[in-house]
């Protein structure tokens, strides 16, 4: 079938060779599409749950920032219990997502509006806390966030316009209350990976 004008699919293969197919937008907002840093995310959740098989089965997940949803449905598929959140006008592209990806999760996936540094008192503390390309509002995860919460954070330095100040203040603010370790480029999916884009784990400092 034939998708609407200004609707492409961007296809990723799973290990098992099944596809996940997530439709994006041509125009719109940034979240409509699906960015380098969610790929290379969602990739090394798949080889996270190879090398630690049942890593995620059962586990409770909160995707900061989804977009197009692909990085938590790429976990609800690992048998994660996933709750993707954006703002409203994304509800739509990432609930259709999830449906058209359904026969592959072995979890659950839900979409819920989340405002980034808004009250997330309805949210409970999950598992994981998964984000691509969204580093803003440390508040969020100050509030999300309890002790035992792995925080997984994958982002593409950008060093034009005022993404390099971004990113320092955000992090600079973050290890205030967190600490942070960047996962080595060699413990990424091997294909999908790259210099510039960086994965850091997050937990509260104790």
Known sequence: MAEAPGVFVRELERGDGALLEIRQLSS???GCVVWDAAIVLSKFLERRERAESGLFAGRSVVELGSGTGIVGIMAATLGANVTVT?????????????ENNSAL???SCQAKVLKWGEDVVDL?????ILMAD?????????????????ILCCYEERTT?????????F????????ECEEVPIDKHDEEYRSEDIHILQICRKK
């Open 28 to 30: 719109g907002d940034v």
């Open 86 to 98: 954006d703002l409203e006008d994304l509800q739509d592209l990432m609930k259709t997502n999830i």
């Open 105 to 107: 999760l072995t979890g």
């Open 124 to 128: 409970p503390s999950p598992d994981y």
């Open 134 to 150: 969204c580093i803003y509002y440390e508040e969020t995860l100050r509030d999300l966030a309890s002790s035992d919460t792995c």
């Open 161 to 169: 316009g005022k993404n390099p100040e971004i990113e320092r203040k």
């Open 171 to 178: 992090f600079e603010l973050l290890r205030i209350d967190f």
